[in-house]
């Protein structure tokens, strides 16, 4: 026996062998659909018994297996069904023939055979047959089963009767010797009578009926005859026959302690387990065996024999029965068959390493040559069987033996699909799975190696079998999951493989189905590059979304109404996770930024790099990169453009890399760190562009509330100096500009600024919204710079009188000169002046203009956008106040305001005030300028300009105050200078430059004194005429502006006259007499009230004359400063009178 049947199992030692062929010319297909219907009938219950029949069908069988039928019964082909087709009846005799033909292949063995045909119709379709059986069609065959039936129970029929003639052969002691096939020539010439020839007849017949036994259903007495014959055939070293019954014994056996069968079909047999009882009462039955050797009663060897080995006795026995088996060359197959089945039993008994060996054995026995068919079923059902038993890599080597045996250069037509399907059952042997899923989790199982080898003989048969697509996803999980064990070289030659097919068939993410139904899922490329983080990317500053206060007040009201609860920081810090804090705007590019880096010793390019989102609907915008050759961390921007609104969730990214698509969710991406992949998305708001008439600064502002300035523009302006700025407002998105506000904010300065720094009108502009998409509106914002004109330092020297230019007092006055300043006080060079004190320093003023501005859907959701604009302002000094004085007037209610102005600029300069003259300064020079001021009503001013609450302390109150009173002040000086050269101008404040003393000089008493003679009000050089000999009304008029109350007071009038020499004569008696006293009593005056009192005077004598009244000093008077009695000087001319 030269075939194997690796199939092979303990139990088929019990089952009847029927081959199923065709005659002629049967379609494939409908033979083995009527092949399947007939082994589905493979065991059947006998009539009035209750055995079982197990049948074993073949559809091919070699005839010289046959011959060993003697040796091992359930070998022996004991039926035989064939299949035909026949449509017509002159086909018949032909096709009977052959039928005939056919069976005497197998005569020497056939208990009976069924022709079945097939198509034949008519008379003789309709005659009745037993061995012959025609059905219309392979559709119209209903019957088959019931047929098959009958067969199996006539095969019993003679299986029974031949059980029984072998049990009660009555030759004497002539019992025919049983050979196997290469015996026959050894045993001629052997003495027949001998008594060890005796033996070796019984022992093998004893096994013979054993083997008979065992096919009939009978297992106890197959028991009994393998126990006696293994006693016998070992007394004569029967070796191969000793085996033959050991293995007997053990598969009875393992039928008894397995009846669900070893061969790995659960639930293919019935349990065995009743059947002792049932052959019990069939032992006692006439004629069990003769007296010839073999005792008809065999109830006394039943009692002595071991009967059922038990399960660890089996192997052992199997182990004897293989290395009797051993010593023949001939029955290899016999040896091999034993070791595959004894394997099977082990795997039962889960003794894998006992298994191994018996598979050890096995791999070594000496066949044959065997043909490349044989060799592949030869590997795979070791590795069956080593898979069977734990050992999966074993199972795996064997395997992938088979499939290269597959595509052997010896055959002529390789089967490479049959070699790839067997290469693919390798792989869980070697730890390995073809979903990179896998892969992703863990440590790396397996030898990466082996692993490798494998996965390129899957590209290697994939191409042999035409199926690029099948090599690139091989290729591509190759390169994803073996990244860490590639060298270089091989990293460089596989990427170059991948590429080759790519260009033929690009790589997708979709599932390849193979025939036999087993999907290969797509393998991304999420080490090409590596990706370690994703964030989520704000908007830019000036793009980013806010939420109306109010609306946000609400929202967060109706959350609790505790300040802080730790449960609901809780569930934030939950759902923060989820999502982020900000918000992207439809239509607008939103970006996220991946931190990758290139683990390839060569330039890596990715083509075609975007976003995965979900959740809303999202454009994105692919991107293109090449990383150098193991490249560190290197940030990585994708934008896109939401286009509705929701909640977007980004999943992943998208690449093409060597020509091969992948989908790389970041949730199998877990090293990957993330602050969240979750934000919401708002309507779209429009997006404002500004443009100034301004050149862009270099600088850049840093406000400390960290706000991000989107343009920066700079001018430079003299102290004083205003320049208007043109803002253009584009709208540059597509939702049209609703809503503007302006609000402005100085930064990073330390400088005291005077009046309003940026000015505006905003209705000019808010009258050209909406601003449609597009359109361009105008804004203009007014640049008044006004520092400290004050020289802090005490740079130059006090100037005196004769060193200064005078200016300002009117041409007939007497202080009017010009001389020349001093040249050594006043240095020109800035250089030399630097040495001193630097005049010229440029002071930097910062600012930012905030625009709030919304409209579109956004604007009715509640939210706006910011923009700013940051001013850079280089402030020269134009003019410097280095000195401040008054001197008083001619009138008590004005004086002289003393400024000693310095030009600090380069070029010449021209200052003036209201109602004076233009002061010409050169470039260093300094002069004084004089203004006639009316004084000040500074009692008028409440006792805090704003709310006292806003100041800490008196001292700030008061100094709010003083500002307040120099901003009056600067108001009415209206002093401005001029730079003609450059042609340029400003204003120059004093407000700084005022000190406590000055104002108090130039405020006006609290207590108001006016003098009127005969009617006319007298004060400064205004004199009253009067005719001598006629009364003149006096009249002293007080009003009392203070808060309290004044009063009582005295004074009196004296007049005299003033010779222009220094000399006064008050001896005026004969000149001018009092009509009444020349003494006023004035009662208390209560404040904002006012008296008037009444005198007259008469002149004798022409002249000109003058009023000095002077006050009683008692309590009242002295409580009350001296600067509260200033009363102005009566000049009046005594005319003779008209005649």
Known sequence: ???????????????????????????????????????????????????????????????????????????????????????????????????????????????????????????????????????????????????????????????????????????????????????????????????????????????????????????????????????????????????????????????????????????????????????????????????????????????????????????????????????????????????????????????????????????????????????????????????????????????????????????????????????????????????????????????????????????????????????????????????DFLSDQEKKDVTQSLESYTAKCPGTMEFITLPDGLKLPPVPFTKLPIVRSVKLLNLPTSLRPHKMKSLLGQNVSTKSPFIYSPIIAHSRGEERNKKIDFQWVQGDVCEVQLMVYNPMPFELRVENMGLLTTGVEFESLPAALSLPAESGLYPVTLVGVPQTTGQITVNGYHTSVFGVFSDCLLDNLPGVKTNGCTVEVIPALPRLQISTSLPRSAHTLQPSSGDEISTNVSVQLYNGETQQLIIKLENIGTEPLEKLEVTAKTVNTKEKLYGDFLSWKLEDTLSQFPLKPGKIATFTVNIKVKLDFSCQENLLQDLSDDGISVSGLPLSSPFRQVVKPRVETKPINPQESSKVGDFSHVKTLEAILNFKYSGGPGHVEGYYRNLSLGLHIEVEPSVFFTRVSTLPATSTRQCHLLLDVFNSTEHELTISARNNEDLILHAGECQRMAIQVDKFNFESFPESPTDGTQ???????????????????????????????????????????????????????????????????????????????????????????????????????????????????????????????????????????????????????????????KFHEDNCSRELPLSWFCLPSVHIRAMEPMV
């Not at 034993?338 to 894998?352: E, G």
């Not at 999966?392 to 033996?401: C, E």
């Not at 009662?1083 to 004598?1101: C, H, I, M, N, R």
């Open 1 to 483: 026996m030269s075939v194997p049947d690796y199939m092979q199992c303990a139990e088929d030692h019990q089952t009847l062998l029927v081959v199923v062929q065709p005659i002629g010319i049967v379609p494939e297909e409908s033979f083995f659909r009527i092949y399947k219907r007939i082994a589905a009938v493979s065991q059947v219950n006998v009539r009035d018994s209750q055995r079982v029949l197990y049948i074993r069908y073949r559809h091919h069988y070699p005839p010289e297996n046959n011959e060993w039928g003697d040796f091992q019964t359930h070998r022996k082909v004991v039926g035989l069904i064939t299949i035909t087709d026949c449509s017509s009846a002159k086909d018949w005799p032909q096709t009977f023939e052959k039928f005939h033909l056919q069976k005497e292949m197998y005569g020497s063995t056939l208990y009976d055979s069924r022709l079945f045909v097939f198509g034949l119709q008519g008379e003789i379709a309709e005659q009745p047959r037993t061995d012959v059986a025609f059905y219309p069609s392979y559709d119209e065959c209903e019957t088959v089963e019931k047929r098959i039936e009958d067969f199996i129970e006539s095969l019993f029929i003679v299986l029974e009767s031949k059980r029984l003639d072998r049990a009660t052969d009555k030759s004497g002691d002539k019992i025919p010797l049983l050979c196997v096939p290469f015996e026959k020539k050894d045993f001629v010439g052997l003495d027949t009578d001998s008594r060890h020839y005796k033996k070796r007849c019984q022992g093998r017949m004893r096994k013979h009926v054993g083997d008979l036994c065992l096919q009939a259903g009978m297992l106890q007495d197959s028991l009994v005859h393998y126990h006696m014959a293994v006693e016998l055939l070992r007394s004569v070293n029967d070796f191969l026959w000793l085996g033959a019954a050991l293995e007997g014994l053990c598969s009875a056996s393992v039928i008894y302690h397995y009846p669900g069968g070893t061969g790995g079909k659960v639930g293919s047999r019935r349990a065995q387990g009743g059947s002792l009882s049932a052959e019990a009462g069939n032992r006692h039955r006439p004629g069990a065996l003769t007296s010839n050797g073999i005792n008809a009663d065999t109830s006394a060897e039943i009692g002595r024999a071991k009967n059922c080995l038990s399960p660890e006795d089996i192997i052992d026995k199997y182990k004897e029965a293989i290395s009797y088996y051993g010593k023949y060359k001939n029955a290899g197959v016999i040896e091999l068959e034993a070791c595959v089945k004894a394997v099977r039993v082990l795997a039962i008994q889960k003794r894998s390493m006992e298994a191994s060996e018996f598979l050890q054995n096995a791999v070594y026995i000496n066949l044959r040559q065997l043909s490349e068919e044989e060799k592949i079923q030869r590997y795979s059902i070791l590795s069956e069987l080593y898979e069977r038993i734990g050992f999966h890599r074993k199972s795996a080597f064997f395997k992938r033996i088979a499939a290269m045996q597959c595509a052997a250069p010896s055959i002529p037509e390789p089967g490479w699909r049959a070699c790839y399907k067997l290469l693919l059952e390798t792989l869980p042997g070697y730890s390995l799975s073809l979903d990179p899923k896998d892969f992703s989790k863990g440590t790396h199982r397996g030898w990466a190696a082996v692993q490798m080898r494998l996965l390129h003989e899957l590209v290697y048969a994939s191409r042999r079998m035409g199926n690029p697509a099948l090599c690139v996803r091989h290729l591509s999980f190759l390169l994803q999951t073996m990244l």
């Open 951 to 1109: 100041f800490a302390n008196a001292k700030q109150l008061e100094e709010e105050r003083q500002q307040a009173k120099g901003l009056e002040i600067n108001s009415k000086l209206d002093i401005c200078w001029k730079i003609p050269s450059l042609k340029r101008e400003g204003e120059a404040s004093v407000e700084g430059v005022l000190n406590q003393l000055v104002l108090e000089h130039l405020q006006l008493a609290p207590l108001q004194w006016d003098i009127l003679v005969d009617g006319k009000l007298c004060d400064c050089d205004i004199v009253v005429n009067c005719k001598v000999g006629d009364p003149v009304p006096l009249e002293v008029k007080l009003t009392n502006w203070s808060k309290h109350s004044v009063g009582p007071f005295a004074l009196t009038v004296t007049p005299y006259q003033d010779y222009q020499n220094g000399v006064h004569n008050y001896e005026l008696q004969d000149a001018i007499t009092f009509v009444g006293s020349n003494t006023f009593y004035i009662d208390s005056v209560k404040p904002t009230k006012d008296s008037v009192y009444f005198g007259a005077l008469l002149f004798l004598y022409t002249g000109d004359f003058y009023l000095n009244i």
